[in-house]
């Protein structure tokens, strides 16, 4: 009922930065939470930044000063733009959005995932 596609993710030297973008479509009719995940080989998954409809955001310490995320709700978009990225980084990058159907249940959906490599 909800779809989410992911795009942006690729190689990239070490300072580098990415911008990732995860689309929602479907049966939408508000999203309350959308956020960005990721997991590494060998590693549990984590948050890595979320943004609710207020704006109002949250980061993982490793990550804060150096990665954003922002959404356009027009658009149904969410987006984490990534700077100064760091070999640590690696890892695929999932979206992940909470919110409410035009049928009115409430409704969470993930995205496929994208790659992002950083090399040293």
């Known amino acids: 009922q909800v779809q989410l596609v992911e795009s942006g993710g690729g190689l990239v030297q070490a300072g580098g930065s990415l911008r990732l973008s995860c689309v929602a479509s479907g049966n939408i009719y508000t999203i309350v939470n959308m956020g960005w995940y990721r997991q590494a080989p060998g590693k549990q998954r984590e948050l890595v930044a979320s943004i609710d409809s207020g704006g109002d955001t949250n980061y993982a310490d490793s990550v804060k000063g150096r990665i954003t995320i922002a959404r356009d709700n027009s658009k149904n978009t969410v987006y984490l733009q990534m700077n100064n990225l760091k070999p640590e980084d690696t890892a695929a990058y999932s979206c992940?959005?909470?919110?409410?159907?035009?049928?009115?249940?409430?409704?969470?959906?993930w995205g496929q995932g994208t790659q992002v490599t950083v090399s040293e």
């Open positions: 992940n959005i909470e919110g409410r159907l035009t049928t009115l249940r409430n409704c969470a959906s």
